[in-house]
């Protein structure tokens, strides 16, 4: 972003699409980012579309499966070391050791949660898992039915009759379908307020 001229609003707009609403993001950067305060240098919209298809596919089951309101996108920050960003971009966010993903590891642990992506709406839990990278994506996430996970299951699978996981009360989010995370926005930090 320049920081001279264009507002986050500006720059959204020219980068909008229908996966995540532009207020939707402006509140989510205010609220997240700057709280963390976090200089915003550039916003690049990310969608590739083989992950768009895959993406309308999966929310188009969910639709049928869960309804409307369960199958609704929701936005969440994934942060990452910067080694594995052009990854993400190529491939998209992947389940560790599973499937496309045998080559990805959880950042810390085998996946307290579940071995699934871990995703949250807060940005500074994301924040943390940057290991010094200056870049944080913002996903559209389709959770679908949520488990609350309350005890650790150490690197199991998904719960038997629900689409995605929950914890730390929802400040963790765990996919274990790679098609449920469309990447949409990579954001650079430029510093700190």
């Known amino acids: 972003m320049d920081q001279e001229g264009n507002n986050q609003e500006a720059l959204l707009e020219m980068h909008a699409h229908r996966y995540l609403s532009n207020d939707q993001i402006v509140s989510f950067l205010e609220d997240g980012v700057k709280r963390n305060n976090v200089k915003i240098s550039q916003i690049e919209n990310i969608l590739k579309p ?21 199958a609704q996108p929701q936005i969440a920050y994934h942060g990452t070391a910067e080694t594995n960003i052009n990854s993400i971009l190529e491939r998209g966010l992947l389940v560790p050791g599973m499937g496309e993903g045998k080559d990805v590891n959880h950042a810390t642990d085998n996946g307290w949660w579940g071995k699934g ?29 949520t ?3 309350r005890t650790r299951i150490d690197g199991q699978g ?24 469309l990447p949409c926005y990579l954001i650079s930090f430029g510093g700190y307020y």
């Open 50 to 70: 083989e992950l768009v298809v895959r993406f309308e596919k999966r929310w188009n089951q969910l639709k049928t499966q869960r309804g409307e309101a369960l």
């Open 117 to 145: 992506i871990y995703l949250s709406p807060n940005a500074s839990l994301s924040i943390g898992y940057c290991r010094g990278s200056s870049k944080l994506l913002i996903c559209s996430v389709l959770m679908g039915k």
């Open 158 to 181: 998904l719960t038997s009759g629900y689409d995605s996981h929950t914890a730390e009360n929802g400040a963790e989010w765990v996919i274990f379908d790679p098609s449920q995370v």
């Open 147 to 149: 488990y609350d996970a």
